[in-house]
T-cell receptor, first 114, second 112 residues
Framework: QQQVKQSPQSLIVQKGGISIINCAYE??????FPWYQQFPGKGPALLIA?????SEKKEGRFTISFNKSAKQFSLHIMDSQPGDSATYFC?????????????FGAGTTVTVRA | DAGVIQSPRHEVTEMGQEVTLRCKPI?????LFWYRQTMMRGLELLIY????????DSGMPEDRFSAKMPNASFSTLKIQPSEPRDSAVYFC??????????FGSGTRLTVV
């Protein structure tokens, strides 16, 4: 049973558009929410991460929005570029509770059309 | 640092054979994780170590799977005997306490 539910499974966006990926969780002990980017033939790479003491974190064109009461968080990719075409995974863990393993969502394949 | 190094990159073996996957974590990282990735099940945690000690092996599918970390710079994941359903990409990752995982490039295992 996946502890983090991710949607959509895939999306297509035009160059310059906004990509939005959503994740939801049930475990209230989760306190760390990273996003990973994976290109074909490569391992996932950390993109951006947030802890629940803030509602939003921005790094360049990537923004995480976090809603603690709804137990949801999302990744926004602004001004999407063809180089952003990849699979994106959300994840969660409860490090403050001593749980150092990440539970990953199922992944979203993003295709940016030029 | 060269990052997390996994070997081999590809492994094709016959059903029933023993398979050993290897991982060298980033120097100084005290957490090491083994994940398996398939289309059907996504990224699944198999086992993780802290300071070379196995902490959680609840994801290891069955007794055919075993993992060791004899020192801070080396870990192995062994499958004996291998079965076709073990075909997947196996990733090793390491991190500090901050959980910023660095993944290796993975080993693509095919069992025929």
């Amino acid at each position: 049973q996946q502890q983090v539910k991710q949607s959509p499974q895939s999306l297509i966006v035009q160059k310059g558009g906004i990509s939005i990926i959503n994740c939801a969780y049930e475990n209230t002990a989760f306190d760390y929410f990273p996003w990973y980017q994976q290109f074909p033939g490569k391992g996932p790479a950390l993109l951006i991460a947030i802890r629940p003491d803030v509602s939003e974190k921005k790094e360049g064109r990537f923004t995480i929005s976090f809603n603690k009461s709804a137990k949801q968080f999302s990744l926004h990719i602004m001004d999407s570029q063809p180089g952003d075409s990849a699979t994106y995974f959300c994840a969660a863990s409860g490090s403050y509770a001593g749980d150092y393993k990440l539970s990953f969502g199922a992944g979203t394949t993003v295709t940016v059309r030029a | 640092d060269a990052g997390v190094i996994q070997s081999p990159r590809h492994e094709v073996t016959e059903m029933g054979q023993e398979v050993t996957l290897r991982c060298k974590p980033i120097s100084g990282h005290d957490y090491l994780f083994w994940y398996r990735q398939t289309m059907m099940r996504g990224l699944e945690l198999l086992i993780y170590f802290n300071n070379n000690v196995p902490i959680d092996d609840s994801g290891m599918p069955e007794d055919r799977f075993s993992a060791k970390m004899p020192n801070a710079s080396f870990s192995t994941l062994k499958i004996q005997p291998s079965e076709p359903r073990d075909s997947a990409v196996y990733f090793c990752a390491s991190s500090l306490w901050d959980l910023d995982y660095t993944f290796g490039s993975g080993t693509r295992l095919t069992v025929v």
